[in-house]
């Protein structure tokens, strides 16, 4: 397995990924674009935090690809395009926001082949009383039959902040599953009630709640929880 690091000091635009590869990226206040190469047959992982960010980074996926990405973002307005460009091939892309700021965070998937697979996640901490804006856009093509595109858009105000979910879906080929949903609010009251009841306190609560809708739909070993966990953490601290 092959071991690929990202930080501020890359150099390079343009990454070509020819074999199963694990991705870590620490971004901070950085603005940047990425093209992200995905080659045929491969096995890609990607582990990505990212503060204070707008960059552009776009994945261009090819045949019997499978690929999980897990992103926590801090303040971030980043731009992501993923495109689907040959069969077989799936993505689980998992992002979510810590937001104080006023921030939009966009995402475009194009399904540009048959016999293609992508589920989206989006959830978002909003803290403050700001402004945050998810804007995904999945389009699949009028040639590309038999794709599966699920898209799934959360955010929660902790305060009175403003927050809008932009989820649009544009399908030109009837041979497809598609489906998207979006919910902005609180945390349950009942739940936080029933969880009172079994002797946690109003702030133990809150944490449980925050981490479990953060990193809750993430697939991550033992230590990326641990350290997206010590990131949720100093939530209103």
């Known amino acids: 397995m092959n071991k690929l690091v990202l930080d501020n000091n890359i150099e390079t635009t343009d990454i070509f990924i020819d074999q199963d590869t694990d991705m870590t990226v620490d971004f901070n206040e950085l603005e940047k674009e990425v093209n992200i190469h995905i080659g045929k047959g491969v096995c890609f992982k990607g582990f990505i935090k990212t503060n204070k960010t707008s960059n552009r980074v776009n994945y261009f996926i090819d045949e019997d690809c499978d690929v999980v990405i897990n ?23 998992s992002t979510s926001v810590i937001n104080y700021l006023d921030n939009n965070y966009t995402q475009k998937i194009l399904h540009n082949s048959s016999d293609t697979k992508s589920v989206i996640v989006n959830h978002c901490i909003n803290v403050e ?27 929660i105000n902790l305060k009175d902040g403003k927050s809008n979910i932009l989820p649009n879906l544009i399908v ?45 739909n993430m697939k991550l070993d033992d230590k990326e929880r641990d350290i997206y966990c010590g990131i949720i ?4 601290k």
């Open 129 to 155: 009383d700001n402004e945050f804006k998810f804007i995904v856009d999945g389009i699949i093509k009028k040639d590309s039959s038999s794709v599966n595109f699920k898209q799934d858009n959360k955010i």
């Open 71 to 93: 992103k926590l973002s801090i303040d971030c307005s980043d731009t992501v395009t993923i495109e689907m460009n040959d069969i077989n091939s799936k993505i689980k892309y």
């Open 172 to 216: 030109d080929n009837s041979e497809i599953e598609a489906s998207h949903s979006a919910y902005i609010g609180t945390f349950d009251e009942e739940d936080k009630f029933y969880m009172m009841s079994r002797g946690l306190t109003i702030e133990e609560c809150d944490d449980l709640l925050i981490k479990a809708f953060l990193i809750g």
């Open 233 to 236: 953490e100093n939530i209103n």
